[in-house]
């Protein structure tokens, strides 16, 4: 077995494990923990280096750049769009992951363009986190090559599931509570659907009984398979986490064509709609996946299992670094057996 030194660069916003939400920080605790399971060597850097304007610092943005160099690693890897610009002055093969939402939609970017062109032209392989990002990278001038579609996964065995989930006739919307997930209008629809997460919508009810507040991390693994499904109505997401959570614990999904990534939208447990769906016809998809879903439990954990298990995409992810560095003529650190 090849044991790597992989170095993951983060943004700094928040902690590192998160002590609350934090998708992107969970993210990446995970893959240190289980990239270390594995045998692995994992530093990862979370100093915040821009201010509110989006500069990085220039002292800061050099300390760490000498930090990643000085430790050695056989990988690098960035999960944080603004910080591209210290990509070329890493020793070691590197990547990069963009986890914008709105990547897929060139008219709901605004002025974030410049990421496609960043990417592009400092010659770093790009982990995008779902096949539609790949091809969103290669028709903005990305080299085919230097792409490859990254499913992150989930640790399934952190997830309570059951047959008989308690609320097999609710719903559950989970996640931040945000204008771009749609949750107030959700919440106006009055279906069953309960609701928790940080709430930072002020159009959303918090008195309302379905606002369950903000969930710890132990909760949702223990409390997600009690309902038949999770809807997740947004309108833009990269690869949303909650969705493979989702799977693991049993439920079904309703999703808006904006959070299918990497799902098999064939199979009949997953329904996918628009978002100009009429509150007649999303209530009624919502009721008939709940059914589905509640006579499908084994199938969608163990769909879940087989695509989304964090082991498995973790052992994928380091046979392509071992792959890249390959490719690149560089040898790999640590003891080869």
Known sequence: MSVMRICIIAGGHLPIPPTGWGGIEGLVWNYKCELEAQGHEVLVINTLLDNDLNRCDPALFSSVIKTVNDWNPGFVHLQYDHYADMMPYIAAPRAMTSHYPYLDYPNKR????????????????????????????????????????????????????????KKNEKTICLGKIEPRKRQAY???????????????????????????????????????????????FSEGEAAPAVTLEALVAGCGLVVSNEATANLDTSLPFIDVVDLSISPTELKETIRKNRIISIENRKEIRRYGIEM??????????????????????????GDQT
Do not use: M
């Not at 592009?120 to 790949?134: E, G, Q, T």
């Not at 085919?144 to 989930?154: K, Y």
């Not at 918090?206 to 997740?232: F, M, Q």
């Open 110 to 165: 605004k002025n974030f363009e410049w990421i496609f062109h960043k990417f592009a032209k400092n010659h770093s392989y790009v982990f995008p986190l779902s096949d539609r990002n790949s091809d969103h990278f290669k028709s903005s001038g990305v080299n085919e090559s230097l792409l490859w579609t990254w499913v992150a996964g989930v640790h399934s065995e952190n997830f309570k599931f059951t047959e008989d989930p």
């Open 186 to 232: 959700l919440q106006q629809l009055d279906e069953n659907i309960d609701f928790a997460g940080p709430l930072v919508d002020g159009r959303f009810n918090r008195d309302n009984s379905s606002y369950l507040g903000e969930w710890p991390k132990e909760r949702v693994c223990h409390d997600l398979t009690e309902y038949a499904n999770l809807i997740l």
């Open 308 to 333: 989304f298990d964090i082991k498995k995409c973790v052992s994928r992810y380091v046979d392509k670094i071992i792959e890249l560095c390959e490719k690149t003529n560089v040898v790999l650190s």
